[in-house]
């Protein structure tokens, strides 16, 4: 499919594409979109028909049975946006993630964007993650700079706007955070555990107040990005190699499923990907398939 993107932002290699995919848990894929520009983080909508993703600054919406191509979704004067948004459980709001560090709501439909985030004394910048299953508040990660020190924690924020509820006080960077879909949990990676800089694994805390932190991951891959499924049966996250430093993009990866607690983990897909393959959530409704988007080179 032929579809001209923005061209700002993140660049492909010659001859790489970006391919928008759906997985079940049987391991079953599907490709429904492949162009020559990188396109991110696809969210499923609640209702199930359409898949969301991020490209050259602006968001997108196509039909889950591709049916048609993608659609540009009006943010208003927001033209710098990342990969970092998220579906209201209603479907009427999409929250985004800015390049000027704030976030902002927009209509599913389109229109005038409502920055969300406050103003801060000293550099704050918001990195949307989650939506409570209620709606009504969004956890993100914050990078703070105050002097020489650099903290990335895990925030709360009312969707509304509202003041911002720290549940993370930690040195080492976080980030993913999401809610569980009964709202207890919120499920993020951290490098708490980590032997090196760089090294994240899975853990999950109360939603409340950060408080019963479990680690969920302890091998030797670098785990990202945990996603809970609408039913609460399976989390999926992104696996890098031992040895990544972060989450970049380009390199084999694996998409792993375990259960919400940490056990019975598996393989379900492996692939060239990272960086933008599976930055939000992206279970459909049914909790039996999610998308991804993976990143191969020409052969």
């Given at each position: 499919?032929?579809?001209?993107?923005?061209?700002?932002?993140?660049?492909?290699?010659?001859?790489?594409?970006?391919?928008l995919t759906v997985?079940?848990?049987?391991?079953?894929?599907?490709?429904?979109?492949?162009?020559?520009?990188?396109?991110?983080?696809?969210?499923?909508?609640?209702?199930?028909?359409?898949?969301?993703?991020?490209?050259?600054?602006?968001?997108?919406?196509?039909?889950?049975?591709?049916?048609?191509?993608?659609?540009?979704?009006?943010?208003?004067?927001?033209?710098?946006?990342?990969?970092?948004?998220?579906?209201?459980?209603?479907?009427?709001?999409?929250?985004?993630?800015?390049?000027?560090?704030?976030?902002?709501?927009?209509?599913?439909?389109?229109?005038?964007?409502?920055?969300?985030?406050?103003?801060?004394?000293?550099?704050?910048?918001?990195?949307?993650?989650?939506?409570?299953?209620?709606?009504?508040?969004?956890?993100?990660?914050?990078?703070?700079?105050?002097?020489?020190?650099?903290?990335?924690?895990?925030?709360?924020?009312?969707?509304?706007?509202?003041?911002?509820?720290?549940?993370?006080?930690?040195?080492?960077?976080?980030?993913?955070?999401?809610?569980?879909?009964?709202?207890?949990?919120?499920?993020?990676?951290?490098?708490l555990a980590a032997?090196?800089?760089?090294?994240?694994?899975?853990?999950?805390?109360?939603?409340?107040?950060?408080?019963?932190?479990?680690?969920?991951?302890?091998?030797?891959?670098?785990?990202?990005?945990?996603?809970?499924?609408?039913?609460?049966?399976?989390?999926?996250?992104?696996?890098?190699?031992?040895?990544?430093?972060?989450?970049?993009?380009?390199?084999?990866?694996?998409?792993?499923?375990?259960?919400?607690?940490?056990?019975?983990q598996r393989e379900?897909?492996?692939?060239?990907?990272?960086?933008?393959?599976?930055?939000?959530?992206?279970?459909?409704?049914?909790?039996?398939?999610?998308?991804?988007?993976?990143?191969?080179?020409?052969?």
């Amino acid at each position: 499919m032929t579809f001209a993107f923005p061209r700002r932002g993140r660049t492909l290699a010659a001859g790489q594409r970006s391919e928008l995919t759906v997985i079940d848990l049987q391991g079953n894929k599907e490709v429904l979109l492949t162009v020559n520009a990188a396109i991110e983080a696809p969210n499923w909508s609640p209702d199930g028909k359409w898949l969301v993703f991020n490209a050259g600054g602006c968001i997108y919406r196509m039909p889950t049975d591709a049916s048609a191509g993608p659609e540009q979704i009006d943010a208003g004067r927001l033209i710098d946006l990342n990969n970092d948004h998220v579906i209201s459980p209603d479907g009427s709001t999409i929250y985004v993630s800015s390049d000027d560090g704030h976030i902002y709501a927009v209509p599913f439909s389109g229109g005038a964007p409502r920055r969300v985030s406050n103003e801060h004394s000293t550099p704050f910048h918001y990195y949307l993650h989650g939506i409570s299953p209620d709606g009504r508040t969004l956890s993100y990660v914050a990078v703070e700079k105050k002097g020489p020190e650099r903290r990335v924690n895990v925030f709360t924020i009312p969707s509304a706007g509202g003041p911002d509820l720290q549940l993370t006080h930690m040195s080492v960077p976080n980030d993913g955070p999401e809610y569980s879909p009964d709202g207890r949990w919120i499920y993020f990676n951290s490098e708490l555990a980590a032997s090196q800089p760089g090294h994240a694994q899975i853990f999950r805390m109360h939603s409340g107040d950060g408080s019963g932190l479990e680690q969920l991951t302890f091998d030797a891959c670098v785990n990202w990005f945990p996603h809970v499924s609408p039913d609460g049966q399976h989390v999926v996250f992104l696996s890098y190699p031992a040895g990544t430093i972060g989450h970049p993009a380009d390199k084999e990866v694996k998409l792993r499923l375990m259960t919400p607690d940490g056990d019975d983990q598996r393989e379900l897909v492996s692939f060239f990907g990272g960086q933008g393959t599976i930055n939000v959530n992206s279970w459909a409704p049914d909790s039996a398939r999610l998308a991804y988007v993976a990143y191969p080179l020409s052969t």
